[in-house]
């Protein structure tokens, strides 16, 4: 049995004609920009999500040439053109087509909603970042003074990026500072995600060889891609990233996430390379000043140890020989000691001869021979006693002479030994330094310069 029918032209037609009726005065509606082109008149895919960021619907759009007063009007209110991730207000008139199908076709654009979009995102990102306490973290990292390594991440046809490596490629082919380059895009659907990976890649290649900091440059470019970098797992990534970022995103007067939450920040990249390179430099000139000071000051040092050496060499000298002219004295001192006893023992036996010859009146020849004895007995002994005496006299010289020379530094020195300064200070115990001090060990022919690597304390 035939059923009564139509074609499916004819159904799209009354289709057609039904959205044309119904919404021929347009209507407000809210959406989010999936993705724009086109560049005499402009194309828009407009999407709608869930909490889950499922799509619930989509559509085309379309802003005719002719009505480019509309981008221009959105561009002067809100500072950025309209670009994907963009959620907008928009009065657009639905049309139905039987072959393309249904698309809108947008007449005008509130800003002011869109403003309050961009504000709210950018407040939501703030404060996930605060509730998870990451804020601070890269913004609190030591900012550093020293640079000698940088990781660089930019699109790699970045007019910005052309400025920063005029100075770049100098530092580097001079030996002063090497740069390591990490490309990503930074507008488009894909920007964040591919700065987040370049992020992970940077970190991979610092654990192996650290970077002093992060330089994130774009410069140039439409102010549309901005926007797209208000993202919040970008925000988050350079929140937690253990290395200073300093960010050079290329406009002076906008701003986006990354220059809140990043360690430093310039408006241009032409400006932090200008700023690593001054500082280089300061810092070599820095360095040379110091080095100046450091020679002036050892070579006034030299000039005063050389002269506290000498003069300690004098008076050593003269003290060894106020102990030899001492142990001069003390040895002629007791040999005269020891003739003046030998004498008197022989006059003590001369007399005691006398009193025999006197008191026992012996004969001549008893007497002598006896007296003869007695002498000879007398002066062997005195002159055993004078030999010890001597013998003793000696001894005590040599020791003496020997304390006097041993006493004396030079010989000291001669053996092996050395005495060690620090600064215009004698070091006399490994207490008296620090790892890294410079020290002099003075020889007895010479001098050593050297750098303390350990010092210990030995009971």
């Given amino acids: 049995m035939n059923q009564p029918s139509m074609s499916l032209s004819e159904m799209l037609g009354l289709v057609k004609q039904a959205v044309s009726m119904m919404f021929q005065d347009g209507l407000w509606l809210t959406a989010e920009i999936l993705q724009v082109s086109g560049s005499r008149h402009t194309y828009l895919e407009l999407v ?77 990102i703030r404060q996930m970042l605060r509730e998870k306490g990451w804020w601070d973290l890269n913004r609190l990292l030591e900012t550093p003074r020293e640079f000698c390594r940088i990781a660089v991440i930019s699109p790699p046809d970045a007019a910005g990026l052309g400025d920063f490596r005029v100075h770049a490629d100098k530092l580097q082919s001079s030996g002063l500072c090497d740069f390591e380059y990490f490309p990503a895009a930074f507008q488009g659907p894909t920007a964040s995600t591919q700065i987040v990976d370049q992020m992970v890649a940077v970190l991979a290649r610092h654990n192996v060889e650290a970077f002093d900091f992060v330089a994130m440059i774009r410069g140039g470019g439409d102010k549309a891609g901005l926007y797209q970098l208000n993202d919040r797992r970008l925000a988050a990534a350079c929140c937690r990233l253990p290395i200073p970022i300093m960010v050079a995103i ?30 280089i430099i300061g810092n070599a000139r820095t360095a040379l000043a110091n080095w100046e ?10 000039q005063q140890a050389d002269h506290l050496c000498d003069q300690q060499s004098r008076l050593l000298k003269s003290e060894a020989n106020r102990q030899l002219d001492r142990a001069d004295g003390l040895l002629a001192q007791k040999v005269s000691d020891n003739q003046y006893a030998a004498q008197a023992a022989i006059d003590r036996a001369e007399k005691g001869l006398v009193r025999v010859q006197q008191q026992f009146g012996r004969s001549a ?26 013998q003793m006299a000696q001894a ?12 004396n530094p030079l010989s000291i020195m001669r053996r092996g030994y050395a005495y060690v300064k620090s600064g215009t200070k004698f070091v006399k115990s490994s207490g008296d330094v620090a790892e890294g001090d410079t020290i002099q060990v003075n020889l007895s022919e010479g001098s050593i310069m050297a750098t303390v690597q350990g010092a210990a304390n030995v009971q």
Wanted: aromatic content about 6%.
């Fill in 293 to 302: 000071r450091i020679s002036r000051l050892s070579q006034k040092l030299l």
């Fill in 396 to 407: 005590d010289l040599e020791r003496h002479v020997t304390e006097v020379v041993s006493a």
């Fill in 365 to 390: 020849e008893t007497l002598c021979a006896l007296a003869e004895e007695q002498i000879i007995a007398s002066r062997g002994q005195v002159f055993r006693q004078a030999d010890i005496c001597l």
């Fill in 250 to 279: 290329g406009h002076e007067r906008d701003s986006v996430i990354l220059d809140e939450v990043a360690n430093v920040r310039f408006p241009t990249p032409s400006m932090l390379i200008a700023h690593v390179r001054e500082t």
């Fill in 48 to 124: 709608e999500y869930d909490d889950a960021r499922k799509e619930k619907a989509k559509v085309r759009g379309t802003i005719w040439s002719g009505n480019r007063k509309i981008l221009t009007k959105f561009q002067a209110a809100t500072g950025n053109q309209l670009s994907s991730g963009m959620k907008i207000l928009f009065r657009a008139v639905p049309e139905y087509h039987e072959i393309y199908g249904l698309s809108l076709t947008l007449t005008d654009i509130d800003p002011t909603y869109s403003i309050g979009e961009m504000e709210k995102r950018l407040n939501e």
